[in-house]
């Protein structure tokens, strides 16, 4: 059974500065999605990588996936209190069809 | 476009009842996966049923089944209900050709509490 480990698991910060979040396992991915869910709510998919090195950016947000395909890092640009929720990742190794969660990086950005 | 719903949104039960919770996928998906969020973690998945089948299954007991309709909605039913099936449980749709790299959309929940 792979595992993802999401660090930090709690972040607070306040708005205007920048930060990261990180996603690793020792298995290797088909793909990797990076969800935000704010209380109460379902997980909102921003965005999935495929290949290995791949880097993609949602406005202020810059996803990378690792070059082994392993591991994957979420960075945000001047943090906003919009921001504010739990960034979950998640991925897919070989012919599974279901998705393997980390436990998730509380974000609170504070105005 | 309806994305995925689910009902109820929230319900309470007593230890040793049975639950149904029911999904609609998004409208043109195929497939639908049943995940358990405790508080504080990530989703645990479940079960995923594709053409009215169960085809996958994660680490959970047998008091847990589901089922797929036509109309490709889906029910989760958990019997003899236990303390610790308390949680936060969403459905995801998403299109089976395109499982491998595709998406999965999830719906707001339903949050069981059992006492």
């Known amino acids: 059974t792979q595992l993802l480990e999401q660090s930090p698991q709690f972040l607070s910060i306040q708005e205007g500065e920048n930060l990261t979040v990180y996603c690793n396992s020792s298995?290797?991915?088909?793909?990797l999605q990076w969800y935000r869910q704010e209380p109460g709510e379902g997980p909102v998919l921003l965005v999935t990588?495929?290949?290995?090195?791949e880097v993609k950016k949602l406005k202020r947000l810059t996803f990378q996936f690792g070059d082994a395909r392993k591991d994957s890092s979420l960075h945000i640009t001047a943090a906003q209190p919009g921001d504010t929720g739990l960034y979950l990742c998640?991925?897919?190794?070989?012919?599974?069809?279901?998705?393997?969660f980390g436990s998730g990086t509380q974000l609170t950005v504070l105005p | 476009d309806a994305g995925v719903t689910q009902s109820p949104t929230h319900l309470i039960k007593t230890r040793g009842q049975q639950v149904t919770l029911r999904c609609s996928p998004k409208?043109?998906?195929?497939?639908v996966s049943w995940y358990q969020q405790a508080l504080g973690q990530g989703p645990q998945f479940i079960f995923q049923?594709?053409?009215?089948?169960?085809?996958q299954r994660g680490n959970f007991p047998d008091r847990f089944s589901g089922h797929q309709f036509p109309n490709y909605s889906s029910e989760l039913n958990v019997n003899a209900l236990l303390l610790g099936d308390s949680a936060l449980y969403l459905c995801?749709?998403?299109?089976?050709?395109?499982?491998?790299?595709?998406?999965?959309?999830f719906g707001p929940g339903t949050r069981l509490t059992v006492t």
């Open positions: 049923y594709y053409e009215e089948e169960e085809r």
């Open positions: 409208s043109g998906h195929d497939t």
């Open positions: 298995s290797v991915f088909s793909s």
């Open positions: 990588v495929v290949t290995g090195g």
């Open positions: 995801a749709s998403s299109l089976r050709i395109r499982d491998r790299g595709s998406e999965q959309y």
């Open positions: 998640a991925a897919r190794s070989g012919s599974a069809r279901q998705l393997t």
